[in-house]
């Protein structure tokens, strides 16, 4: 069994990792800002001379790989990095897995020489790339440097699952074999750089029906980002999740977005922001729709649809609605272990919870998988 169980879910808005270090009874979660950079020795010799402070590993991820520098989550942004919408995941993943081994490795104190299990999480697009993605994180984490620190990690086990499959895999644990093969299943993933569809049909997945689009969330924050002044992605990104599907003026996470220091401007700068939200959420939401008339096809006899992503958990009213003649599952069940174990001094965190289920029903499988070996 390895030292360290963990599944890790790289995405645009924020990675999501879930770990256990071996003989403890629960597992934990790390989250860490999606940014990426590669820098040169000079800059990153100059960042750790001049820095002050002592930010936590997570927070301050950095480390050299093969001879390239990278930098990871919050201190990339100092870096000027972006959250790579236009990249390959698995290619930023690399670096993403490397800084979270790191982080966990220092948070915890474990020695620098470790074996890990582990499961990823990629969009279904990018899935035929599992195996190139296998080899190169292999021999990264052999001998790499983490906030000077040389570690040399043992992958022990290694699971590449497309988005979605977490929870689907929670699904089939929970109604059984016999159920999953008796009905059509699809799962969709409403995330932010993309949307994928993993259709099963007598418990195989539908190579024919399950495909990804390009059309994630961050395209309703773009449109809002194109009708408002000064606006950028990442901070209406927070504000549109906190503020919820019922905007208005008197919302603290709306209010904050307005910069002029007027307060007659500042009140119809809000209303201008509000309207564009609402303007572009009605946008977004007819070519999802439409999407989804496209994907599930009538002669597909969808016998349920499992709903995960944090803009599903956004758009919930409205899914419900279109999805009103076919059952659908929002991962109850997960849910209320997700909240116990995360978030039981932050009751209110529903939304992240919900963006954590697929990421931790991937982990209660490897979990089971570690344990079957056993």
């Known amino acids: ?34 940014e990426v950079i590669l820098v040169t020795h000079e800059a990153l010799k100059s960042y750790v001379s001049n820095r002050l402070g002592n930010p936590r590993p997570e927070a301050e991820a950095w480390g050299v790989v093969n001879d390239k520098c990278f930098v990871v989550g919050c201190l990339a942004r100092e870096f000027l990095a972006d959250a790579g919408m236009r990249e390959l995941k698995y290619e930023r993943a690399v670096y993403k897995v490397l800084a979270a081994v790191g982080a966990i490795k220092q948070i915890l104190g474990l020695p620098t020489k470790f074996s890990i299990s582990l499961a990823v999480l990629l969009p279904w697009n990018e899935y035929p790339d599992r195996e190139r993605f296998e080899r190169l994180l292999r021999a990264s984490l052999k001998n790499y440097t983490f906030r000077d620190e040389r570690l040399r990690v043992k992958l022990e086990h290694f699971e590449c699952r497309p988005e979605g499959s977490g929870l689907a895999m929670s699904r089939l644990n929970t109604k059984g074999l016999d159920w999953f093969r008796s009905h059509s299943i699809a799962t969709l993933m409403f995330g932010h750089r993309n949307t994928s569809a993993l259709v099963f049909v007598e418990g195989k997945l539908n190579h024919i029906h399950t495909t990804t689009t390009d059309l994630g969330f961050h395209q309703m924050v773009e449109m809002v980002v194109r009708r408002t002044s000064g606006q950028s992605a990442d901070m209406l990104t927070k504000a549109i999740f906190s503020a919820g599907a019922a905007i208005n003026e008197s919302q603290s996470a709306i209010a904050a977005l307005a910069q002029s220091r007027d307060e007659h401007r500042r009140a119809e700068e809000v209303r201008v922001i509000i309207s564009a939200i609402a303007s572009s959420r009605t946008q977004y939401w007819r070519r999802l729709s439409a999407w989804l008339d496209t994907t599930l096809q009538p002669q597909l006899n969808v016998g349920e649809v499992i709903l995960c992503g944090g803009a599903a958990h956004y758009f919930k009213k409205e899914l419900q609605g279109y999805f009103s003649s076919t059952p659908t599952y929002w991962g109850d069940e997960l849910m209320k272990q997700v909240q116990t174990i995360f978030f039981a001094d932050h009751p209110n965190a529903t939304a992240l919870a919900f963006r954590l289920l697929d990421g931790f029903g991937l982990f209660l499988y490897l979990q089971e998988r570690e344990a079957a070996v056993i």
Not at 5 to 25: C, H, I, W
Request: charged share 20%; no cysteine; net charge neutral.
């Open 1 to 34: 069994m390895a030292d360290l169980t963990m599944s890790f879910d790289p995405g645009a808005s924020l990675n999501k990792v879930v770990y256990q270090v071996r003989g403890e009874k629960t597992p934990t979660l790390l989250v860490m800002q999606p």
